[in-house]
């Protein structure tokens, strides 16, 4: 690539496009290119970063181990940069940075950023935006991470505390049914037993729905997960606030819908951000539609509201961290954000369509690939 052609790459970079040209001149004059293969690492744990990574093409991530094994907090595509940034503490990462796919980055080496500081106004402000977003991710997927530690509490407590009893384990069959003879007896009323047994089975419905949502003893990996089954516990889960609305919630999934590569967990809370914000932005008695169908090697996802609509202003801001349409007091501004970064941490995509009366998210998640015997790997 000849130094004109890298300028032009520059200037149609996502980040620094919008710098000067001479600073962009200066830029390509200063680094070098890296070609990178899938797997190769980046930067390593514990090793002093190289310096700052202009992601020209391809995709990395960064992967942590936070005790329960190697998780992907963070990646970066096309149009990103990472790396050490102006005025940034930062000597060494937390986990390794891997290639993804094939990649090519465009380096600055550690020792030319204080001359690039000087030289560069425009380009050192961006950069210095950009340390803050990822400020900001870091602390999102933290967040993430202990507030599925959380429910994973939650809900084995309810398993030991409502399961267990309501499945009536200390009682076997013949005992329990003198049980209920002699509780319909007593009270003279024989449809307490049937009550008995449907609230029971309300509840280990329920319980097996949030075992299910926060996925415990998760996978650190991605693995196939059966879409129909993730969808409906998340539904599950969300059913009170949605009868509280009189909202009418849809599920129309495409029959056999195969299955995706990802992490059970983190599509659990992708579905359950979606469509609770959809039930807050429908009116009482609306409706929700949960949509699935195959669209070649993708699976997609459709979440639509009938609510008002997402302004046209505030459309391409909805996942930016800390941003709400919701009333003060309402939302933290995490839950879009958190979203997409889930989405991307999937290998997916995530978009939005909206106009009076119908918004619709569209999530595009890789499908499991067959392997030549015509089975799941």
């Known amino acids: 690539m000849t130094a004109p052609d890298l300028v032009d790459r520059l200037a149609a970079h996502k980040t620094l496009g919008r710098a000067p040209r001479e600073e962009l001149t200066w830029l390509a004059s200063h680094g070098s290119l890296r070609h990178m293969h899938t797997g190769e690492v980046l930067s390593a744990k514990g090793v002093q970063i190289e310096g700052l990574f202009v992601v020209l093409s391809g995709r990395i991530a960064i992967f942590v181990d936070r005790g329960a094994g190697l998780h992907k907090i963070m990646e970066w595509r096309e149009g990103d940069v990472t790396g050490l940034l102006p005025y940034s503490r930062l000597v060494s990462p937390p986990g390794d940075t891997v290639a993804q796919e094939p990649s090519t980055l465009l380096t600055i080496q550690r020792d030319h950023l204080g001359e690039m500081i000087r030289e560069c106004d425009e380009v050192t402000t961006i950069l210095v935006h950009t340390m803050l977003d990822r400020a900001r991710a870091f602390t999102s997927s933290d967040l993430h991470d202990e507030k599925m530690i959380s429910l994973g509490k939650l809900s084995a407590g309810l398993a030991h505390e409502l399961n267990n009893p309501a499945s009536a384990r200390a009682v076997d069959g013949p005992a329990l049914n003198a049980v209920l003879r002699w509780a319909a007896a007593g009270c003279s009323v024989r449809g307490l037993a049937s009550e008995i047994q449907e609230a029971a089975t309300r509840i280990s419905g329920l319980v097996l729905a949030i075992k299910g949502f926060t996925h415990m003893d998760q996978a650190t990996v991605a693995e196939p997960v059966d879409l129909a ?121 995530i978009t939005v369509e909206s106009r009076p009366g119908r918004t619709e998210f569209r999530v595009v998640l890789p499908m499991v690939e067959f392997g030549s015997d015509g089975v799941e790997p």
């Open 229 to 349: 089954q993730s969808l409906s516990n998340t539904v599950a889960v969300l059913k009170a606030k949605a009868r509280s609305k009189a909202a009418a919630v849809i599920v129309n999934l495409e029959p056999d819908l195969p299955r995706v590569l990802g992490f059970v967990g983190e599509l659990n809370q992708i579905w359950a951000n979606l469509i609770d914000n959809a039930l807050d932005a429908i009116p009482d008695s609306g409706r929700v539609e949960v949509l699935a169908n195959r669209d070649h090697q993708r699976v997609v996802v459709l979440i639509v509201d009938n609510g008002t609509g997402i302004p046209d202003e505030m459309r391409e801001r909805i996942f930016d961290p800390f941003f709400t349409t919701k009333p003060v007091g309402h939302g933290t501004g995490l839950g879009l954000d958190i979203v997409r970064r889930l989405v991307r941490h999937n290998d997916g995509d």
